[in-house]
């Protein structure tokens, strides 16, 4: 795929970098997300570049300063902080704006002759956010929209395919901004909008069966969306050369290992399911610390996947569910991430496997895996699951986690889980589950006083996990999970709601 049409978005640090992406994806273009500081070397498959927004003001003596030794030469789009410092670094003045623009904003004026803004109208709502604003240009520079309080909405540069923008066209208030980044990817850079589902396949069948040839592949299977996908990848491409292992770690939902296990061998694939809830319940014995029982988790699930991979004869290849997300949060504009959940796929393997990697999926983002995942044929049991962690219930219980702290916490989600299936509500949430909470609370139940656990329920909706907003489930639902949960699961008397969003608030409590 290395000979992709492709779009660098170099990342200054903004909030909005990945939905950037998203969108450029969505619009069946090919880019790729890099940190300002580490471009990627330029090609001539790069059809142009977006320069993102930032938290820093361009006149702060540490924010980012991209080297933009490209402009002039292939088409640029900068967006808002973008805009600003290709004005700040050519001679033109930007300051501090007394009429500071956040929120939506009504384009006022518009050159519909300029490529950019070909079909955008006048009136059209856009999101903006910045404190700063430019107040003289370069010259050269041509002002092409305007917003009620801010002149330099927008600019094209003479004589260049450069074109700069002091709002935010990829988020959902900028009514027309798909519009303006297709303009964009399609006018002005000439994309060929060929990055489909169906091409994804296609290419990435022939690029694996070429890379691994008759090798032998071992990959661990969790049954959630992002490895069941790469499965089907990987067989299609080499069939049973894919040795597959589910591993049972305790850990899982009520009922999954059997019921996943025997979609996985409905579905072909080559796998093999070992039971090792023992193991992980030994190793998490007595931790509380949320990162602590994630390494502890993960030592565990190498040792057993070591273990078994070993078994099978000649194995070059370890394939992980990898997607863009997991790639992109390994980095960020100040290099390496402080803090990365040690669950994630990206990152080494001990020494003693040594093993080739090999990640199907690492272009993708969440929902182009489950697009390919329909491609392939994936059953929609497996496809439209709902993300679970990788560390599963353990860090959905709020202290030290035993087998019969597991055995609650299941009985609670399967209720809550199959409920939302049972009145039509699964597919509206993006993910739920349950929490024990390492609190217990007084009740009454019959003419006797408890004092039993209390557990929180958790449901988001979301695109793509990024950011997230509590589901609005109706009361009579949760008020008849609630009752069911507290009549059917012995040692639960309390039951909450969790309302909180993505930001502040995590999706997961650890």
């Known amino acids: 795929m290395n000979n992709l049409q492709t779009i660098i978005i170099l990342d200054h640090g903004s909030q909005y970098t990945q939905l950037i992406a998203r969108k450029v994806r969505e619009l069946n273009v090919y880019c790729e997300i890099h940190p300002y500081n580490h471009p990627p070397q330029f090609n001539d498959n790069i059809a142009g570049v977006i320069l993102s927004g ?3 003001s361009v006149n702060d003596p540490e924010s980012p300063k991209p080297d933009l030794w490209f402009k002039g030469k292939i088409p640029v789009l900068g967006i808002c902080y973008g805009a600003q410092y290709m004005v700040s670094a050519f001679g033109g003045k930007v300051q501090r704006s007394v ?5 939506r904003a009504i384009i006022t004026s518009a050159d519909n002759t300029c490529k950019l803004l070909r079909g955008i109208t006048i009136g059209s709502q856009v999101w903006a956010s910045h404190g700063d604003t430019i107040e003289s240009m370069p010259e050269g520079y041509k002002v092409i929209c305007s917003t009620s309080s801010v002149r330099y909405a927008g600019y094209k540069i003479d004589g260049e395919d450069t074109y700069a923008i002091q709002f935010h066209p990829e988020v959902h208030h900028s009514v ?10 399609v006018l002005v850079c000439g994309c060929r909008q060929n990055w489909t589902s169906d091409n994804f396949v296609t290419t990435a069948v022939r690029d694996l069966k070429v890379k691994i040839g008759t090798d032998r592949v071992v990959l661990g299977l969790s049954g959630g969306v992002d490895s069941s996908v790469a499965a089907m990848l990987l067989n299609s491409a080499i069939g049973s050369n894919l040795h597959c292992i589910f591993v049972d770690n305790g850990l899982l939902r009520k009922y999954e290992y059997e019921s996943v296990l025997s979609s996985y061998r409905g579905m072909g694939l080559n796998v093999k399911g070992v039971d090792a809830k023992q193991m992980f ?4 014995q007595g931790i509380t610390d949320p990162e602590s029982k994630r390494k502890a988790i993960g030592k565990t699930f190498i040792d057993v996947f070591d273990s078994e991979a070993s078994q099978i004869q000649d194995v070059k290849w370890l394939a992980q569910g990898t997607i863009y997300p997991d790639v992109i949060e390994s980095c960020s504009v100040k290099g390496p991430s402080a803090t990365i959940k040690s669950h994630h796929n990206v990152g080494g393997l001990p020494d003693y496997m040594k093993l080739q990697i090999v990640e199907p999926l690492r ?3 969440k929902d182009e895996v489950r697009r390919v995942g329909k491609v392939l044929g994936l059953k929609d049991e497996l496809l439209l699951r709902h993300p679970f962690p990788g560390p599963g219930l353990a860090i959905r219980i709020l202290s030290d986690v035993t087998e019969e702290k597991v055995r609650i916490l299941q009985e609670v989600d399967n209720i809550f889980i199959e409920g939302l299936k049972r009145e039509g509500l699964y597919n509206k949430v993006w993910q739920a589950g349950a929490m024990l909470l390492p609190v217990q609370s007084v009740g009454v139940m ?3 006083r408890t004092y039993e656990n209390v557990v929180a329920l958790r449901a988001v909706e979301s695109v793509d996990g990024m950011t997230a907003d509590w589901s609005h489930l109706p009361y009579e639902f949760l008020a008849e999970v609630s009752n069911n949960i507290i009549n059917n699961v012995r040692g639960v008397n309390r039951v909450c709601y969790d ?3 993505k930001p502040p608030a995590t999706i997961e409590w650890e």
């Open 176 to 185: 027309e901004g798909k519009k303006l980044l297709e303009n964009f990817l």
């Open 499 to 501: 309302i909180s969003s």
């Open 99 to 103: 009429t500071r623009e956040y929120g």
């Open 446 to 448: 019959g003419d006797e």
């Open 54 to 56: 930032s938290p820093f």
């Open 281 to 284: 319940y030994t190793a998490l």
């Open 363 to 365: 272009l993708l983002f």
